[in-house]
């Protein structure tokens, strides 16, 4: 589907380089800001106070340097990844004070900027998933394209990949594979591990990436390595990911100021399905229900948010040409109204 750029033609590349490349940079500043193609379009913050964004998933910075690029903006960025961390210091120091840092889980972006001194802001940003930093590094364990330990942590700590698959049980791991990596062959796959497992227990990424591949039978029919999907579900499962991400939207729903920009971009169905249901159930247009039906719920909560793009927004071919690995790449928006925060059961 066609649709027209905000910000001009092209994908647009963070200010400063670097081995990450940020997906959907241009549609990013677009649903934040109304104009950030020049300075002259940037919109003028009411009496002059600078606008302060959270970076909830800061990774190498290329959302924030982009961010940071406008003028009287300032970032907190926030990354449970102690690597990110002490890389992300030198992004500090070229934008200092603009720029600060927090280590943590997005989940808490909220607690996180009040106890760095904004009670409330004007945008939060959310890139969902694990970074081509992340997945580069083979020390790392996200990656079977090179053989390194099986760990997958994003914090260093808590259970790592090597321990899902070599202590939880069978039928426990065939269902963490089909709800988290929609594995088809989840039974197989998690007969298999158990069985190698009790002939020697996993500890490298191409060790359990054979196994995988063997008991899924070749290459899938989508072209993706066969160990795709049970790799993506041990590392959602190890990170608690959709957890965490249900966690972020409403810590940002709580921290965002009316008018203030919910900004998420996701790589997976299951996550685009959470944010998707998120503004469904926030802005009050649930699947199911009609606009020209009676409220039949006259004690729901007031409507939190505006909807930005109904539909998400995908990367264009030129994006996808630099950087291949954003064809899963979603983008859903919203406005923050005047209403209060729900509060979640």
């Keep these: 589907m066609k649709r027209s750029r905000r910000t001009g033609e092209g994908p647009v590349r963070p200010p400063s380089g670097g081995p990450h490349i940020p997906v959907l940079v241009s ?12 300075p002259a379009g940037f919109p003028e ?19 924030t340097r982009a961010i940071l690029a406008l003028p009287d903006v300032n970032v907190v960025a926030i990354d449970r990844d102690p690597t ?37 802001v004007d945008g939060v940003v959310l890139d969902i998933g694990v970074s081509s930093m ?30 899902v698959v070599n202590t939880m049980d069978e039928e426990d791991l065939a269902n963490v594979l089909y709800e988290l ?20 227990p996993f500890s490298r990424t191409r060790e359990l ?41 409403d810590a940002a729903e ?21 944010v998707k249901r998120f503004f469904a159930e926030r802005s009050g247009k649930n699947e199911g229900t009609s606009r020209h039906l009676p409220q039949t719920n006259r004690d729901a909560p007031a409507e939190s948010f505006r909807i930005l793009n109904l539909r998400p927004l995908t990367p264009e071919k030129g994006e996808l040409d630099l950087n291949p690995r954003a064809r899963s790449a979603r983008l859903r928006s919203g406005v923050r109204t005047e209403a209060p925060s729900w509060l979640r059961d």
Excluded: C, W
Aim: proline share 6%.
């Design 84 to 120: 990110a961390i002490e890389a992300g210091q030198a992004v500090v120091r070229e934008f200092d004070p603009r720029l600060t840092l927090l280590p943590g889980q997005f989940g808490d972006l909220d607690e996180l900027a009040r106890a760095a001194g904004h009670q409330s």
């Design 45 to 63: 913050p009411p009496g002059g106070t600078p606008q302060t964004i959270i970076d909830g998933t800061f990774g190498a910075g290329g959302y």
């Design 254 to 274: 709580r921290i965002l100021k009316p008018g203030g920009r919910l900004v998420v971009v996701t790589f997976h169905s299951l996550e685009d399905r959470i």
């Design 209 to 249: 990436a054979d196994v995988v591949g063997r008991a899924v039978g070749g290459r899938k029919d989508d072209g993706r390595n066969p160990a795709t999907r049970t790799f993506q579900a041990l590392r959602i499962y190890v990170n608690d990911e959709l957890g965490e991400l249900t966690r972020a939207l």
């Design 134 to 163: 992340q997945l580069d590094q083979a020390e790392r364990g996200f990656s079977f394209q090179n053989d390194g330990p099986l760990d997958m942590r994003m914090s260093r700590e808590g259970p790592s990949a090597a321990d």
């Design 181 to 200: 990596g929609e594995e088809r062959k989840s039974r197989s796959v998690a007969r298999a591990i158990v069985k190698r497992r009790e002939e020697q």
């Design 27 to 38: 549609e990013v500043l677009g649903a934040l800001f109304p104009d950030p193609a020049s």
